[in-house]
């Protein structure tokens, strides 16, 4: 499970700020996650995501001391921007970029803890959907639930998939696994951290697109 | 319709190549098209066409003498990478490029010529199917074909596009089809003088995505 344990997320200190420089260095590991899935149709999803990051760290490269930490940003801008924010700057590209983490978290807890189609084990459908349905469903209109449901055909075959999530060599599913269980700890906490982070300081939005 | 009308093509020379950078200053109003479509799910198309802008656009930057026509680029690409050609550089921008300007010129075309659906005469459905059986199908697999279904969905209204694609003032359909009409003579030998250079060039590939 190279891909993911080669750039591990840090432990959080306890007050649970998250550093934003190394917030950024980990996440930017993560947009190739896409690739894994192994079609062209979620370049789109890629993209997204990489906006994302990009969007917070040109707000992060104008001023590294202010914007140390997710939450500075997030307060910052809650002060800069008056009635646009939250739907603004970093605030809103981190807002969305969080629902994709929680999606990678959600489908990657979902295969370590075994979850399966009984009728169909080698196929991740039932892990993506509960990814889904969980972190980012209720932000998405009827349409592009629709073209979910038409893209989670795309999904790989857990074999392939795993084989990705390696690099490429064939490993055993129960070693891969035992890393994306390593890999999750910090990385849970870190989109814990970030969801409190919004829902204390009342940056949450629920439109949907 | 000033949002093309306003980024006329130019009339082509009797040779019919294509000045590049001409060229590239008119497309550059095009991917704001997709906005006149009104919904986010068209995000990803602006984007692919805008990314191969970006491409054609990078290669005539290195050496705009050498490559002041498209067909030099295309030449000059064919010499320089030997066998991986043409599913290379500008030329293979360019040649997904055409497919999404041919889709265009297919679609208003199309609307210039009052085909519509008797029953739904404020739909376009019928024009962008027709604009995309005959420019992308063919280049689409069925998940992108049935991902397209979907997005149809999300077509707008005649009379809003043509809202949109009149800059926002309400002007009657006639008046803003007159000017489709106009602006698609120097577009459509344009798109048509590029098709005709890659099939000469034996450039074209149909593998689909
Ligand atoms: C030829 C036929 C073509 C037809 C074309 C159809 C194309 C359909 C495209 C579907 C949508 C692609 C995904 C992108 C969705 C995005 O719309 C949303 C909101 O995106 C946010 O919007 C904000 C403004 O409201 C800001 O712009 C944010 O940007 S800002 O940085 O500027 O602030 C931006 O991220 N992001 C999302 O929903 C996030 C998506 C994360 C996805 C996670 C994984 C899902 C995996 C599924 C696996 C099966
Ligand atoms: C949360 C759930 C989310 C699920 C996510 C689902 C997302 C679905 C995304 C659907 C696809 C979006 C459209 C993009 C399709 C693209 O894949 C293709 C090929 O794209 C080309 O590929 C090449 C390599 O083969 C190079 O990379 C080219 O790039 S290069 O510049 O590097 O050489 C690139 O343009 N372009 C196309 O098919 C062109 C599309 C033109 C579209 C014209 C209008 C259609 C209008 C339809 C109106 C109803």
């Not at 993560?30 to 062209?40: A, I």
């Not at 990051?53 to 800069?80: C, F, G, M, N």
């Not at 629709?146 to 690099?167: G, M, N």
Request: aromatic letters at 12%; hydrophobic letters at 40%.
């Amino acid at each position: 499970m190279s891909l993911l344990m080669d750039n591990q997320f840090g432990e959080l200190p306890v007050d649970k700020t998250v550093d934003t420089k190394f917030f950024l260095e980990s996440v930017a590991y993560l947009p190739p996650f896409f690739d894994c899935l192994g079609s062209k149709v979620f370049v789109p999803i890629k993209s997204d995501i990489s906006g994302n990051i990009t969007k917070i760290r040109s707000v992060y490269d104008k001023d590294p001391a202010k914007y140390a930490t997710l939450q500075q940003i997030v307060e910052s801008e809650k002060e800069a921007y008056g009635t646009e924010w939250p739907k603004v700057g970093a605030t809103l590209a981190l807002m969305w970029l969080k629902r994709g983490l929680r999606f990678i978290q959600i489908l990657l807890q979902s295969l370590a803890d075994g979850e399966k189609d009984e009728n169909n084990p080698n196929l991740i459908r039932v892990n993506i959907t509960k990814a889904y349905d969980q972190a980012l469903k209720k932000y998405h209109g009827w349409l592009v639930q629709k073209i979910f449901k038409a893209a989670l055909l795309a999904a790989p075959y857990k074999s392939d998939f795993i084989k990705a999530l390696s690099k490429g060599q064939e490993v055993r599913e129960e070693d891969c696994m035992a890393s994306v269980r390593q890999f999750l700890i910090n990385y849970t906490a870190t989109v814990d951290a970030i969801y409190e982070m919004y829902t204390m300081l009342n940056a949450e939005l629920d439109y949907s697109v």
